[in-house]
């Protein structure tokens, strides 16, 4: 058996490159003796790590000096707890509905902040980016929450939104690092890092300094961000194994030529599948073309009872994990950084045929 193109929406597929470094030094890291998950993240080898994977990214994000970047855990869903909680509490919060993640976002911060509704394109079953000039935002809000990228249904802002002095909250977990980003429109950065970065149980954020002067000194340590930054995210243990694997998926992306070349690739993987659904009359995507994911694509056959065979056939075929998202149905072929342009040819060539044997 071989690895098969995987297009997972996450935990997703990561470089090979990287998995084959981390296999070559799973053993003895760096002369340690042994290997990077059994040894101090205190210790000066792993600090370093540590150190080096937060220059890096701040090199390829271009992250300006007044933010701090922090590498924490609880999935992206804890921190659209922990985000209310550190920012909006007795205050309230705008959101942009686009997507499940949105709304989830939305549910979770209704239990610790009054959340105001901005803008919403659940009518038309979120297909796009509600337009801009039906946008009710509030000028005293304490944030403006919005998901750039939609991983189940593939909407994707592709420019940032002004939110006037309002400081702007992005959950970037399927799209950070696919393209290059003014981290400087927002205020936070949040991702979960089993799309673009690396394993799951890591979080990335970046937020801006004077944000954390908001963190109520009530809350739970662990839960506070201003503790995080203040102990450089090693107030407990972190997820070392996932900051090590990170910061190889940071040095693959500088060496492939940064995000510039990975928003290249992934805009010629994405126009490749789209321009391939719209004319093949067979199968559907039914996002609007100018909020159209480049990481996420869902599209569906002309009957759900042909679903299951375009699986098992897809599988059989070396194309894995291309089932949509339970709530959506259908199906979905992700195009992280780590898929090749070749692996979504061998999809088109793959959904060409299928069309032909069952059209
Ligand atoms: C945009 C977005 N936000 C949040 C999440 C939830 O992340 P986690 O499962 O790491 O909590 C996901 C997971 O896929 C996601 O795609």
């Not at 990214?57 to 000096?65: D, F, K």
């Not at 919005?146 to 399927?174: C, K, M, Q, W, Y």
């Amino acid at each position: 058996m071989s690895r098969a193109y995987n297009f997972s929406a996450g935990p997703a597929a990561l470089p090979e490159e990287v998995l084959r470094q981390a296999q070559a030094e799973l053993l003895e890291w760096d002369g340690a003796r042994a290997s990077v998950m059994e040894v101090s993240h205190r210790g000066k080898a792993f600090i370093a790590l540590a150190e080096q994977a937060e220059q890096d990214l701040r090199e390829l994000l271009a992250i300006p000096a007044s933010y701090k970047v922090l590498f924490l855990q609880g999935g992206a869903t804890q921190h659209f707890a922990q985000i209310p909680l550190n920012f909006a509490r007795g205050a309230s919060a705008d959101y942009v509905l686009t997507g499940d993640w949105s709304e989830k976002a939305a549910k979770e911060a209704r239990a610790y902040t009054q959340v105001r509704i901005a803008a919403s394109a659940a009518a038309t079953n979120h297909d796009r980016i509600p337009p801009r000039a039906t946008w009710q935002l509030d000028p005293g809000a304490a944030y403006l929450h919005i998901t750039p990228n939609e991983t189940i249904r593939g909407v994707e802002f592709h420019d940032i939104p002004d939110a006037g002095a309002v400081p702007l909250v992005g959950d970037v977990s399927s799209t950070l690092l696919s393209r290059p980003l003014d981290v400087s429109r927002y205020a936070l950065l949040y991702a979960g890092a089993q799309k673009n970065i690396g394993p799951s149980g890591l979080v990335v954020l970046i937020v801006r300094e004077d944000l954390l002067e908001r963190c109520p000194k009530d809350l739970p340590k662990i839960l506070n961000y201003a503790e995080h930054a203040a102990q450089g995210s090693m107030l407990n243990t972190p997820n070392t194994w996932g900051w090590y694997l990170a910061g190889l998926v940071f040095k693959w992306i500088k060496a492939e030529g940064g995000v510039a070349a990975m928003a290249q690739r992934n805009r010629a993987k994405a126009d490749l599948l789209y321009g391939y659904i719209d004319g093949s009359g067979y199968y559907r995507n039914p996002v609007e073309p100018a909020a159209r994911s480049w990481m996420n694509v869902p599209f569906t056959l002309p009957s759900d009872e042909l679903d299951a065979s375009f699986l098992k056939q897809a599988e059989a075929a070396g194309l894995l994990a291309l089932k949509g998202h339970r709530l959506v149905g259908g199906m979905r072929a992700s195009l992280y950084n780590a898929m090749p342009l070749a692996g979504v040819q061998a999809l088109v060539e793959f959904m060409g045929d299928f069309a032909r044997r069952h059209g």
